[in-house]
């Protein structure tokens, strides 16, 4: 299993950005696919999920702001972020939970003026 995050950068409060994460290793439309971040001295937290039939569900701080989709003809997942704020500063992971949790190498994402 294989699941490899980019997008992310510096982008100004107020910005976007796409993350996209490619999956390998497994039957990507069988499984939920999630998006984590995790903040400097934070624990990391969920932020989406996406059910293998594309339910989405949201953590209520990003509500509204972010998209979490799929393609599962291109076994990929992605996270479109709007109307950034700096508290989003984090590195961003893509999961996903066969056995065991399995996940990315994350991709930072820092919203600064």
């Known amino acids: 299993v294989q699941l490899v995050e980019s997008g992310g950068g510096l982008v100004q409060p107020g910005g976007s950005l796409r993350l996209s994460c490619a999956a390998s290793?497994?039957?990507?439309?069988?499984?939920?696919m999630y998006w984590y971040r995790q903040a400097p001295g934070k624990e990391r937290e969920l932020v989406a999920v996406i059910s293998s039939g594309g339910s989405t569900n949201y953590a209520d701080s990003v509500k509204g702001r972010f998209t979490i989709s799929r393609d599962n003809a291109k076994n990929t997942v992605a996270l479109q972020m709007n109307s950034l704020k700096p508290e989003d500063t984090a590195v961003y992971y893509c999961?996903?939970?066969?056995?065991?949790?399995?996940w990315g190498q994350g991709t930072q994402v820092t919203v600064s003026s």
């Open positions: 290793g497994f039957t990507f439309s069988r499984y939920d």
């Open positions: 999961n996903t939970i066969l056995s065991r949790m399995y």
